[in-house]
């Protein structure tokens, strides 16, 4: 991996580039030549939190008719940096077997166990059967703050469901969940983007387990 900028002074556009064999390329902005000025060792970092290669959270995730294939790819690149133990792909919801997949998860989905279903409000009701804690991220008026939750939350099996871009979750999901939890913010906006959120609960979940 490279880094170019562009040789003309007008433009100067710097980015990043895979073709580290070519001394110069044409830089994508004005067409000029774009030459190397630093060459990155990708292999050269290491994380030094790294953990052992555990699913240490037990915690699974249940997306319910998630549209995009981009925030789905993201979740599973999440779940696995946070040791989730596996996710449930239910009715629209794009599965790993999708050509696209893995711009976003960077091949996640090869090392997170999934599953596939038609009906989320069927899997959720079989996850409640098995002893998992179903918890709904959404931000309906009466739903707890993620934060106010104890660490004891971690110590039994949980279930995080999240819902559509749209829509949110299904409503009979709702109904069955034993805590629906809501991020506190601020700004204009209701609500982060999903795979945002998700981010936010399951590294919080994580710390929790921590202690």
């Known amino acids: 991996?490279?880094?170019?900028?562009?040789?003309?002074?007008?433009?100067?556009f710097r980015y990043p580039d895979q073709e580290s064999d070519q001394d110069k390329a044409y830089c994508p902005k004005c067409g000029s030549w774009a030459m190397v000025s630093e060459i990155i060792e990708l292999s050269a970092g290491k994380n030094i939190l790294?953990?052992?290669?555990?699913?240490?959270?037990?915690?699974?995730?249940?997306?319910d008719n998630i549209r995009s294939i981009h925030n789905v790819g993201a979740?599973?690149?999440?779940?696995?940096?946070?040791?989730?133990?596996e996710v449930h792909l239910c009715g629209i919801t794009p599965t790993p077997q999708h050509l696209r997949f893995s711009k976003t998860s960077l091949g996640a989905e090869e090392v997170i166990p999934w599953q596939y279903h038609l009906n989320a409000v069927k899997t959720c009701s079989e996850l409640k059967q098995k002893g998992y804690r179903l918890i709904g991220l959404e931000n309906p008026q009466n739903a707890d703050n993620l934060y106010a939750?104890?660490?004891?939350?971690?110590?039994?099996?949980?279930?995080?469901?999240?819902g559509n871009e749209?829509?949110?979750?299904?409503?009979?999901?709702l109904n069955i969940c034993d805590i629906v939890l809501a991020i506190p913010m601020q700004g204009t906006k209701n609500s982060f983007n999903v795979a945002t959120s998700?981010?936010?609960?399951?590294?919080?979940f994580?710390?929790?387990?921590?202690k």
């Open 1 to 12: 991996m490279v880094i170019r900028e562009c040789s003309n002074p007008d433009c100067a």
């Open 50 to 63: 790294k953990t052992p290669q555990t699913r240490n959270l037990n915690l699974v995730a249940v997306l």
């Open 75 to 85: 979740i599973f690149r999440t779940a696995d940096g946070f040791g989730v133990s």
């Open 149 to 162: 939750v104890s660490e004891d939350i971690v110590k039994e099996p949980l279930a995080l469901v999240l």
């Open 166 to 173: 749209i829509t949110g979750i299904d409503p009979q999901i």
């Open 198 to 204: 998700f981010g936010i609960a399951v590294s919080y």
């Open 206 to 210: 994580y710390a929790l387990s921590l």
